[in-house]
């Protein structure tokens, strides 16, 4: 399947690669997320605020226990069910995401809106974008008379940055 066969979508395009105001990403993670938060009825209480302020520090996925080794420095908690809930509750809530390849977390791109996410790790420096899922999958899938009820698409290679330093 080339990139090229695939047909134009109105999918955002991935953030996280290459140079851009990361600075917004993190105050437009926060701000969604007190919004989300608000209109659901649930607290976003200081712990899960650092976890996901922890997250939203760089495009790059986090295990539970480096979110643990933070918070325990930051005096805020040593036991690992803190981490494990605050972490769980961000992704419940649409908040964050959990790479499976991984075994890690990453701060959601598009916080507070129900969506299946397509994720490109670069295996040189570690950069985790989040994009759309493209259509061709799921319509296939439709197609063929098969429900889609979770979709995970998590995709290895290098960033534009790694991959023009190996050329
Ligand atoms: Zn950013
Ligand atoms: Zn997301
Ligand atoms: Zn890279």
């Known amino acids: ?13 991935p953030v996280g690669f290459g140079k851009h105001d990361h ?8 701000s969604r997320a007190e919004a989300v938060c608000e209109a659901a009825g649930v607290q976003f209480t200081p712990i899960r605020r ?3 302020e922890i997250l939203l520090e760089a495009h790059e996925a986090l295990g539970a226990y480096d979110v643990l080794a933070r918070l325990s420095a930051e005096g805020l908690g040593s036991k690992p069910p803190v981490a494990y809930r605050a972490l769980g509750f961000l992704v419940d809530n649409g908040l964050a995401h959990r790479i499976e390849k991984l075994n890690a977390y990453i701060a959601c791109a598009h916080p507070g809106e129900a969506h299946d996410a397509a994720f490109m790790i670069c295996r040189a420096c570690g950069t985790v974008a989040e ?4 259509g061709l999958f799921k319509r296939t899938a439709g197609e063929a008379g098969f429900q889609i009820e979770t979709l ?3 995709a290895e290679g290098l960033c534009p940055d790694c991959g023009e330093a190996s050329v």
């Open 1 to 13: 399947m080339t990139e090229n066969a695939t047909p134009k979508t109105t999918a955002k395009s």
């Open 23 to 30: 600075a917004h990403c993190k105050t437009y993670g926060l």
């Open 50 to 52: 650092r976890v996901l």
């Open 131 to 134: 994009a759309e899922p493209r």
């Open 152 to 154: 995970v698409i998590e």
